[in-house]
């Protein structure tokens, strides 16, 4: 059984930074594509980060703020945010397994940039 808990979320100002971390249990976390999705209020979730191995993807709203990185050895996902702006106010929620597969979520962490 695989279970992935996210923490790090809360509330920022605007241009401000943020680290989520994810924790996964009870499978081969270094074999798994990691990814970090949101949804926004009154929005459909959305990709918003993706690593395997070495390589990264990102959504075009995130590049230059967001860094996706893993520690394969602490089984654990971070999401480093930069530059935070309102838009950004979501629900994070953490997924092992690729974007088109149903893989297994996390419960979600909310972030809120405001003033």
């Known amino acids: 059984q695989v279970q992935l808990v996210e923490s790090g979320g809360g509330l920022v100002q605007p241009g401000g930074p943020l680290r989520l971390s994810c924790t996964a249990s009870g499978s081969i976390f270094s074999m798994y594509i990691m990814g970090w999705y949101r949804q926004g209020p009154g929005k459909q979730r959305e990709l918003v980060a993706t690593?395997?191995?070495?390589?990264?993807v990102y959504a075009d709203a995130v590049k230059g703020r967001f860094t996706i990185s893993r520690d394969n050895a602490n089984n654990t996902v971070y999401l480093q945010m930069n530059n935070l702006k309102p838009v950004d106010t979501a629900v994070y929620y953490c997924k092992m397994g690729s974007s088109s597969s149903s893989g297994y979520w996390g419960q979600g962490t909310q972030v809120t940039v405001s003033t």
């Open positions: 690593i395997i191995g070495g390589s990264a």
